[in-house]
């Protein structure tokens, strides 16, 4: 029944850790998005991936390396973790070429960098 | 509480009044405005959206109002109740083909008291 999953919900881990944050869409959309909320509950967009295909990359540092293996996923690999990816990050879809381009988010990955 | 820090704008009602919130935004060019609501530990959910060919929309106990000459967004909900209390976002839609991007304001928190 969920529309956009994102799995794990928390997570919590040290500095210089390597780690990654799936995302999964049931509703046949096929674009997906990665953004970054702060602790000022801020929204902005990190990535985009359009059938698999990367379309938005925003100023995003290199350790953070999107992948999507079908259209149905778009996973966040983060490499050496630092205090300042805290933050909660969603995942988001849909579907190009309707008349309405509205995004349906999942439920956020609370990001702790300890 | 949840608002200590966050510095959002922040708008309290009384439990039945309306609410009238309101957002700025910066591009011309946008032709697609949407409003999201976000309640706490949630993911934004989609509201109500709006063309810039239109000026007004409604939903269900919601009004989006829409200035083009002053870029400006409003949204009304009718009988505020409880269960509105949200941070509520306006996003713009820009870009075209698959590169479509979504750029949101700074949000709204509404508290609404019984």
């Known amino acids: 029944d969920t529309a956009v999953s994102q799995t794990p919900k928390y997570l919590v881990t040290q500095m210089g850790n390597d780690k990654s944050i799936k995302c999964e869409q049931n509703l046949g959309h096929d674009t997906m998005y990665w953004y970054k909320q702060d602790s000022k509950k801020f929204l902005k967009i990190m990535f985009s991936y359009n059938n698999k295909e990367l379309i938005i990359n925003e100023t995003v540092p290199n350790r953070f390396s999107p992948k999507s293996p079908d259209k149905a996923h778009l996973n966040l690999h983060i490499n050496s973790l630092e205090l300042g990816d805290s933050a909660v990050y969603f995942c988001?879809?849909?579907?190009?070429?309707?008349?309405?381009?509205?995004?349906?988010f999942g439920p956020g990955t609370r990001l702790l960098v300890l | 509480g949840e608002s200590v820090g966050l510095h959002l704008p922040t708008l309290s009602v009384q439990e039945g009044d309306n609410s009238i919130i309101n957002c700025a935004y910066s591009n011309s060019a946008s032709d697609y405005f949407i409003w999201y609501k976000q309640e706490s530990g949630k993911g934004p959910q989609f509201i109500i959206d709006?063309?810039?060919?239109?000026d007004k929309r409604q939903g269900q106990r919601v009004t989006v109002l829409l200035n083009k000459t002053v870029k400006h967004l409003s949204l009304q909900i009718a009988a505020t109740q409880p269960g509105d209390s949200a941070v509520y976002f306006c996003?713009?839609?820009?870009?075209?083909?698959?590169?479509?991007?979504?750029?949101f304001g700074k949000g709204t928190l509404l508290t609404v008291n019984p």
């Open positions: 709006i063309r810039s060919n239109m």
């Open positions: 988001a879809s849909s579907l190009l070429g309707r008349r309405r381009e509205t995004q349906y």
């Open positions: 996003a713009e839609l820009k870009g075209g083909g698959s590169n479509y991007k979504l750029t």
